[in-house]
């Protein structure tokens, strides 16, 4: 039986790179949300694993075989003995290479979806160490839910009850690979870059509350992506100045930015003036938690 799961985006509400490894691997700490909506990835059980791709984005995802769905099946077949793997079909909405997590949430969905399939449980540490075996921002996007991030992307808060947020996320179409952005950072391995500590987020805060701790936290990749993709100045410069426009930030690292409005009717103002002037750029309501 055809089973379906969905892969949301994943926003960097804020985003503090602590400093980098002896490894060369970068330290960070994030508050990450999730949106109702993205990718869908359906899976026909079965013996053999394959993957196809359709979608308005589905061109940009590149070839197939590299897709982080299948590194991350191999990964399960790897610690679970007899599992049981099938024809996984990718329906990709998201743009690609644009700090959204769009790939590594495809990944934590086929890895939902072989759960379901085998009968394992979500915190089956075999599939928590598969979702870390695949990818970075994999883990975090196994449960899809509101939670800090630290470390590589191992380390993970408790899941966090946020209020929803609604946002305007918009991307210009415009591919940003992360380790150029860190490379243009030029942080030495072994050093920490002595940034001012994330604020504290807890249970049970109003939007107004949230947005004011948002506020004092920051995407320490956002210069560094800036010079690297101009446009990115561009679009928060736009979003900051929509009516209403609360907070404007970079996700991730880029080139995907978004802002938080006081409600639904703000947002769809936005998306209506930032279509109209820029209709080659990807534009999306949605609302966060």
Avoid at 16 to 35: K, N
Avoid at 104 to 126: C, E, H, I, T, W
Avoid at 167 to 195: E, S, W, Y
């Amino acid at each position: 039986m055809l089973i379906t799961d969905r892969a949301p985006a994943k926003i960097n509400l804020t985003l503090h790179v602590l400093g980098r490894r002896a490894d060369g691997y970068h330290r960070l700490e994030s508050l990450v949300a999730f949106s109702r909506s993205g990718d869908t990835l359906s899976l026909l059980p079965g013996d053999a694993l394959k993957l196809s791709i359709s979608g308005p984005t589905a061109p940009a995802s590149g070839d197939p075989g590299d897709n982080l769905v299948l590194k991350a099946a191999q990964k399960l077949g790897e610690r679970v003995e007899g599992l049981r793997l099938g024809a996984f079909h990718l329906v990709k909405n998201l743009p690609v290479a644009a700090g959204i997590g769009g790939g590594s949430s495809d990944a934590a969905a086929a890895l939902r979806l072989l759960a379901r399939a085998n009968g394992l449980s979500l915190d089956d540490k075999r599939l928590t160490a598969a979702a870390a075996a695949t990818g970075s921002d994999v883990p975090v996007c196994l449960a899809a839910k509101a939670r800090m991030m630290m470390g590589v992307g191992e380390s993970l808060g408790p899941v966090l009850d946020l209020p929803a947020l609604p946002t305007l996320i918009v991307n210009p179409r415009q591919a940003l690979a992360t380790k150029d952005v860190f490379a243009r950072m030029n942080i030495a391995p072994g050093t920490d870059t002595g940034f001012a500590a994330h604020p504290k987020i807890v249970n049970g805060l109003d939007p107004a509350t949230l947005v004011a701790l948002l506020k004092k936290g920051r995407n320490d990749m956002e210069d560094a992506a800036c010079v690297l993709a101009p446009v990115i100045g561009d679009m928060l410069a736009i979003l900051s100045a929509a009516p209403g426009c609360k907070l404007a930030r970079m996700s991730g690292s880029g080139a995907t930015c978004f802002a938080i409005f006081p409600d639904c009717r703000a947002v769809a103002k936005a998306r209506r003036a930032i279509l109209a002037a820029h209709p080659d750029w990807w534009v999306k309501a949605a609302m966060l938690n």
